[in-house]
């Protein structure tokens, strides 16, 4: 990893582990690095729309979402996606409220007519 990081999140998303966020001492970090498990190499990527620890990621049709966490003033309600494709981010709908130690899982579902739909808990 490029930049030490403490309570931030990680994610796998098409091949690739992402490490978002987090802090170091005193600086809450909005960067994000790439980690590239088949040459070995880690690249720093587009940063968040702010800066967040302790925030929730979780991976689902080929994109990240990030979700809560503290940006050293508040706790967050807000949710960010990452394209990798596009190499940009996005916000979509808050949470609910506040959150902060988020724990987040992703599921697809199908069934026999070949419908799919998909999830974040």
């Known amino acids: 990893m490029v930049k030490y990081r403490s309570v931030g999140s990680l994610a796998a998303v098409n091949g690739y582990v992402y490490a978002l ?3 170091g001492g005193l600086s809450i970090f909005d960067s994000v690095e790439r980690y590239d498990p088949v040459n070995d190499v880690w690249r720093k990527m587009k940063s968040m729309l702010n800066r967040r620890c302790r925030l929730g990621v979780a991976a689902l049709n080929g994109k990240l979402y990030a979700c809560g966490g ?6 967050l309600r807000s949710v960010q996606v990452y ?8 916000l979509v709908a808050p949470m609910n409220c506040k ?3 988020v724990a ?3 599921n697809t579902l ?3 007519n070949a419908y799919t739909s998909s999830y974040i808990y």
Do not use: E, Q, T
């Open 110 to 112: 199908c069934n026999s």
């Open 99 to 101: 959150r902060r130690r």
């Open 104 to 106: 987040l899982a992703a």
């Open 70 to 75: 503290y940006d050293g003033n508040s706790f």
């Open 21 to 23: 966020g987090g802090h």
């Open 83 to 90: 394209d990798p494709i596009k190499n940009c981010w996005f």
